[in-house]
């Protein structure tokens, strides 16, 4: 079966919950952890190949892809009103499933989710 391309480029979908349907009616190939920060919704995902993902408000901020070398880790910061900040650092380990998840720091989630 042939597709025809139209040419633009593909745009990442925030992650939804695994087992809801997303906008696209397929079920999320996600695991993801949602935490706000802030005002701010911060979710970090597995993808279906494996890669780690850090979305801040529904926007893709960064990707890690499947390595060998562990932990995966992402991080983005955060700005919050009146020029307040949070840094958000995210490391999973693939072979145990292990996530943890720091907000300056102190740690926000920690557990499977592999």
């Not at 391309?5 to 695991?31: E, F, H, K, N, T």
């Not at 990707?63 to 992402?74: G, K, N, W």
């Amino acid at each position: 079966m042939h597709e025809e391309s139209s040419g633009a480029a593909r745009v990442p979908q925030a992650p939804a919950p695994l087992g809801q349907d997303r906008s696209d009616g397929r079920d999320s190939p996600r695991r993801m952890v949602e935490l706000p920060v802030g005002h701010k919704a911060v979710q970090v995902a597995v993808a279906e190949d494996g890669a780690l993902e850090l979305w801040l408000d529904g926007c893709l901020r960064k990707r890690r892809a499947p390595s060998e070398r562990a932990p995966l880790y992402v991080w983005t910061n955060v700005e919050l009103h009146w020029e307040e900040h949070r840094f958000v650092e995210a490391r999973y380990w693939p072979r145990s499933g292990e996530l943890q998840v720091t907000v300056n720091g102190e740690t926000a989630y920690a557990g499977r989710i592999g």
